[in-house]
């Protein structure tokens, strides 16, 4: 994806274009392609800016949107827009997997799909545009963007214990999680798990870990249990 279609999809046009390129540079690139006499920019310092300006404007979001729930609540709630894999859900809508440059072998293993380094690379765009457009602007990207169907991404906070709990309200039905696949190298494996009632699939998640993988399976289960009510 070349980077006008990116500033088109996610509607902010940078002043200075190298912003962006080094929010999508991943690390696995940057080490394949230094040198000695020159050094190639990862996107980890921009996604640690990024991090700090989305819990900034999550938290002032959600300070004037809820005005009498406790802060226990607030944080939960907070917990769950701004986690991994809902990072990484409004990643993939914006097809930033595209135009992330990445390794030769994090690009064969499937790493352009890969929760981390998708919801990463959106903190990095986050604290790209922070850079170059202040605080207003990476404010409208958050709010327009990731503050948005609360209701479903609230799902996304520990999902798990949500879905156990509605699988239990149904006589008769339990509910399981089977490994499916599992490859990559041994310090980034990627893992692929079912998703089961009455071993019954019903959805399959995926993740870095064995626990991220059930996370993303029973959140993309409850989904498919509101769509039939």
Do not use: W
């Not at 300070?63 to 809902?86: H, N, Q």
């Not at 605080?135 to 996304?156: G, M, S």
């Not at 239990?168 to 490859?183: C, I, P, R, S």
């Not at 019954?200 to 029973?218: C, L, N, Y």
């Amino acid at each position: 994806m070349q980077l006008l279609d990116l500033e088109s999809k996610i509607e902010y046009k940078f002043k200075d274009k190298s912003k962006l390129e080094t929010a999508l540079i991943h690390s696995s690139y940057a080490n394949e392609n230094s040198t000695h006499k020159e050094k190639i920019s990862d996107n980890e310092r921009l996604e640690f800016l990024g991090d700090a300006v989305l819990e900034l404007v999550s938290s002032e979001f959600l300070f004037e949107k809820y005005k009498d729930k406790p802060e226990g609540e607030l944080t939960k709630i907070r917990a769950s827009l701004v986690c991994e894999m809902s990072l990484a859900d409004v990643a993939k809508s914006l097809s930033i997997g595209d135009a992330i440059s990445l390794g030769k072998g994090e690009d064969k293993t499937g790493g352009r799909y890969r929760n981390s380094i998708l919801s990463d690379a959106l903190e990095a765009i986050i604290g790209a545009i922070y850079l170059d457009g202040g605080i207003d602007n990476a404010r409208n990207f958050i709010r327009k963007f990731i503050l948005t169907d609360i209701e479903n991404r609230h799902l996304f906070y520990d999902s798990k214990t949500i879905l156990q709990e509605r699988v239990q309200a149904l006589q008769g039905k339990v509910l399981t999680y089977k490994l499916a696949d599992e490859f990559g190298p041994a310090h980034q494996k990627h893992f692929i798990v079912d998703v089961c009632i009455n071993d019954e699939v019903v959805a399959q998640g995926e993740g870095g870990s064995k626990k991220a993988a059930e996370q993303d399976g029973a959140y993309k289960a409850l989904l498919k249990l509101n769509e039939k009510g």
